[in-house]
């Protein structure tokens, strides 16, 4: 089992900048693919980003592209995003993601567990 904690959300002015960190227990994640996802008020879950465990290569939701961040720290065990140039239309609870083998890491169904979310709200 594993449990991740996010953590780095907060209230930011639209145009700025946060880092949200990850952190799983009672296991490394190293050996999984991790992901970001968000959801907003009344809406979905969705994609934001993510990275594959070998290779590290990455992938982003267009709305983020250029913006957001996604990177991986295996040997502090801890999953990353920078995120600037906020905007209002971001405002969501973020939520980080590993999966085992996710064919369609995009897809929040293929991931195996999940965080808590972390708040991020941007005033414009």
């Known amino acids: 089992q594993v449990q991740l904690v996010e953590s780095g959300g907060g209230l930011v002015q639209a145009g700025g900048s946060l880092r949200l960190s990850c952190t799983p227990s009672g296991r490394t994640f190293s050996i999984y693919d991790m992901g970001w996802f968000r959801q907003a008020p009344g809406k979905e879950r969705e994609f934001v980003a993510a990275?594959?465990?070998?290779?590290?290569?990455?992938y982003y939701a267009d709305s983020v592209k250029g913006r957001f961040t996604i990177s991986r720290d295996n040997a502090k065990n801890t999953l990353y995003l920078q995120m600037n140039s906020l905007k209002p239309e971001d405002t969501a609870v973020y939520y980080c993601?590993?999966?085992?083998?996710?064919?369609?890491?995009?897809?929040?169904?293929?991931?195996?567990?999940w965080g808590q979310g972390t708040q991020v709200t941007v005033s414009s």
């Open positions: 993601a590993a999966g085992k083998n996710p064919l369609v890491i995009t897809t929040r169904s293929e991931y195996d567990y």
């Open positions: 990275i594959r465990r070998i290779g590290g290569n990455t």
